[in-house]
Nanobody, 124 residues
């Protein structure tokens, strides 16, 4: 019912910035809570940021709080992740996620739909 396509990944130096975008299909985008997860090799997929359907509530992992900002534009069916002050520890594949009815707030929350991912490389 929902297709998610990420874009914006790439190579950036430590301390740099990158903006990821996720484009969603569907006529009821505002009915879905959205989020971003990331996964580095040999690790579990971890929660990065979440946003409610209306955009009024946001959630962040402690590791990115103050550096990353999640936002959405329901008129365009998009959700973005602005990443500032990037660290080597942020290097991972980043995945857009959608869930009907409940906010995505942590790694333990059920996700209904996943994007294919976009690679973020942080290197000097």
């Amino acid at each position: 019912q929902v297709q998610l396509v990420e874009s914006g990944g790439g190579l950036v130096q430590p301390g740099g910035s990158l903006r990821l975008s996720c484009a969603a299909s569907g006529r009821t985008f505002s009915s879905y809570s959205m989020g971003w997860f990331r996964q580095a090799p040999g690790t579990e997929r971890e929660f990065v940021a979440g946003i409610s359907g209306s955009g009024s509530r946001t959630y962040y992992a402690d590791s990115v709080k103050g550096r990353f900002t999640i936002s959405r534009d329901n008129a365009k069916n998009t959700v973005d992740l602005q990443m500032n002050s990037l660290k080597p520890e942020d290097m991972a594949a980043y995945y857009c996620a959608a869930r009907r009815g409940w906010d995505i707030t942590s790694s333990s929350v059920r996700v209904d739909y996943w994007g294919q991912g976009t690679q973020v490389t942080v290197s000097s």
